[in-house]
């Protein structure tokens, strides 16, 4: 079955304590990215990666990392958490470049930071 | 950059009735708007998607129109059944890199 796999799906964390949320697609899809969704604001993107080893800042990038070392991995980093944070996060990946092609959407990640 | 702007961020109809979820966008440079739906419990999904060069597009039930020179498109829910109630977004692609989101619209479908 073709799908966006996140894990965990729920995480309750402290501050500053480093944590990997993990996403991997079974597409081929050479677009990934990632979003948080807060209540009122929608889906705002964290960061983006055009194909391996391309990466770049989406809107809302402050505090996290990523890395795109295989084409159907693309991990999410938070070195330090913060309670700002705590958000639902979730990856995506697309067949085009993202801006005019359909997303596919993971189940997400309930993040907590305490 | 693109700013979307999505209403109304609550909707409830009676089942059977008609929904419809209006979006306006900034930038004229936009060709591409979807839709997606996010169920309880699960990641958005794409339900329907426009490009620039097309007024209206329909898939039974749910359809959506754009008026490029208004900078607004809308999606129309007809015959609604409770497994439409869920959260809806739209979405604009803009002349930056990536698509821009909406703050999204949770639809209750009542019995």
Redesign the interface.
């Known amino acids: 079955e073709a799908q966006?796999t996140q894990n965990p799906r729920y995480l309750i964390t402290v501050t500053g304590k480093k944590l990997t949320v993990t996403c991997s697609q079974n597409m081929n899809h050479e677009y990934m990215?990632w979003y948080r969704q807060d209540p009122?604001?929608?889906?705002?993107?964290i960061y983006?990666s055009m194909n391996v080893e391309v990466t770049?800042k989406?809107d809302v990038p402050e505090g996290y990392k990523v890395s795109r070392k295989e084409k159907r991995n693309f991990p999410l980093i938070l070195e330090s958490p913060s309670p700002n944070q705590t958000s639902l996060y979730?990856c995506?990946s697309s067949p085009g470049q993202?801006?005019?092609s359909?997303?596919h959407?993971?189940?997400?990640t309930r993040l907590t930071v305490t | 950059g693109e700013n979307v702007e999505q209403h109304p961020s609550t909707l409830s109809v009676q089942e059977g009735d008609s929904a419809v979820i209006k979006c306006t966008y900034s930038d004229s440079a936009s060709n591409y708007f979807p839709w997606y739906k996010q169920e309880l419990g699960k990641g958005p999904q794409l339900i329907i998607d426009i490009r620039s060069n097309v007024g209206e597009k329909k898939d039974q039930r749910i359809a959506v129109t754009l008026n490029k020179t208004a900078k607004h498109f809308s999606l129309h829910i007809t015959e609604t059944q409770p497994e439409d109630s869920a959260v809806y977004f739209c979405a604009a692609s803009g002349s930056a890199r990536q698509l821009t989101f909406g703050s999204g619209t949770q639809l209750t479908v009542l019995p």
């Open positions: 966006v990215s009122g604001l929608g889906l705002r993107q983006y770049d989406g979730f995506a993202g801006k005019s359909p997303l959407f993971g189940n997400g």
